[in-house]
């Protein structure tokens, strides 16, 4: 089994302070513009994945995942 290797994301100079919900909710965004752009399997979206999965909070990810099915997400898509 391969090895898996956890890092977080690198910091960001837009998000200088401790407090990283925008910085969660922005990665989380760029990730469904990648894929949205250059489709589900698309290799360069795959590091906003690892970046929004390491600093959103699971039940975030999870409502906002449901919003985007219902069509009523609020961010920029």
């Given at each position: ?11 960001d100079y837009r998000f200088p302070t401790t407090n990283q919900s ?48 219902n069509g009523i997400f609020p961010g920029p898509l």
């Amino acid at each position: 089994m391969a090895e898996i290797e956890l890092k977080t994301a690198p910091a960001d100079y837009r998000f200088p302070t401790t407090n990283q919900s925008r910085h969660c909710f922005t990665r989380y965004v760029e990730f469904h513009r990648c894929v949205a752009a250059k489709g589900d399997d698309a290799s360069e979206c795959q590091k906003f994945a690892k970046f929004y999965r390491s600093l959103c909070p699971g039940e975030w990810v999870d409502r906002w995942n449901e919003q985007r099915e219902n069509g009523i997400f609020p961010g920029p898509l």
